[in-house]
């Protein structure tokens, strides 16, 4: 079966219904049932529960608490690079943006523009600039954190379809990454801008980030944009490993750099399996 024919019904199905249920479902305490159902999506998944700071799966009161469980100090050592992973996955894609042409899969790109919402005075920052994709599997730690210290200058929520993520997915779906629900969060670092979005999908219920909490819902049908002026008492700043945000439930990272001197890890390649933390390139 081809990868167009196989996500063909995920064109059909109601993924919006399916996923607002999810996440309805997700966030419900229901003691001993919360319990047996995180403890078959552990067996089911092979999640390491023996890294997470809270080990014990019945003390998790609902699912998403379970999802976004956090991580025992120490178990993610941040390494010597100018980036870094900011999350636990899979490379899905990386490399250069050709012109503003982003790479999805073979026969399929999309544009930096259509990437952060429209917007084109932003999209044209990383034209001829670098790309990476990161896909989180529904076993993996689902905090995303910094790729490197950032002041965030602005963040897009962008409506959009909701379809999965997943490698046959991005074969087979033209523009997967800009046409999902997507949280854009737009930074400025010493070593100049970056945008780090948040792509949605079936069943993810909702997107959060450490400045403003749950994004969505609600699911509306236009761009919504904060601007976060750079003023001493409300500037906000992240260093380089600091969580940012989170899905609940599995997704998609895309991260934009600007043209300029940027060399990815060497031992990178598309679809190896990364931790938060390691050194995903350097910009000298």
């Known amino acids: 079966m081809s990868d167009r024919s196989a996500v063909l019904p995920q064109y059909l199905f109601p993924k919006q219904a399916l996923t607002s ?16 159902i995180i403890r078959r999506f552990v067996a089911k998944y092979d999640v390491n529960m023996g890294e997470a700071l809270d080990s014990d799966i ?47 899969a073979k026969g ?25 994709t990161l896909y989180l599997s529904p076993r993996d730690y689902h ?26 997915t991005a074969r087979g779906v033209p523009g997967l990454f800009a046409r999902n629900e ?29 400045w403003h909490g749950v994004v969505n819902p609600p699911r509306g049908r ?23 945000g989170r899905f609940l439930l599995g997704s998609t990272v895309v991260m934009l750099f600007p043209k300029g001197p940027l060399s990815f890890n060497p031992e990178w390649a598309p679809g190896r399996s990364i931790r938060l933390g390691e050194a995903m390139a350097d910009q000298s």
């Open 21 to 36: 249920f999810a996440g309805w479902v997700a966030s419900k305490e229901r003691g001993w049932v919360t319990t047996e």
């Open 108 to 132: 399929h790109s999309y544009s930096t523009t259509a990437l952060v919402g429209g917007d084109a005075a932003l999209g044209a920052q990383y034209q001829d600039g670098s790309f990476a």
């Open 182 to 210: 997507r949280v854009v969060c737009v930074f400025e670092s010493p070593r100049g801008p970056f945008v780090l979005v948040l792509v949605g999908a079936t069943i993810v219920g909702s997107m959060a980030t450490v």
């Open 222 to 244: 236009g761009v919504r944009t904060w601007d976060y002026p750079d003023e001493p008492t409300s500037a906000i700043h992240i260093r380089q490993g600091d969580e940012m």
């Open 143 to 168: 905090r995303i954190h910094m790729p490197c210290d950032g002041r965030l200058v602005r963040m897009i929520y962008v409506p959009g379809d909701l379809f999965s993520v997943n490698p046959v």
């Open 58 to 104: 019945a003390s998790y009161k609902s699912f998403n608490d379970f999802f976004t469980r956090a991580l025992k100090p120490g178990a993610r050592p941040i390494a010597n690079a100018d980036l870094i992973s900011p999350v636990d996955g899979a490379i899905s894609q990386f490399g250069r943006i050709e012109r503003d042409q982003i790479f999805q």
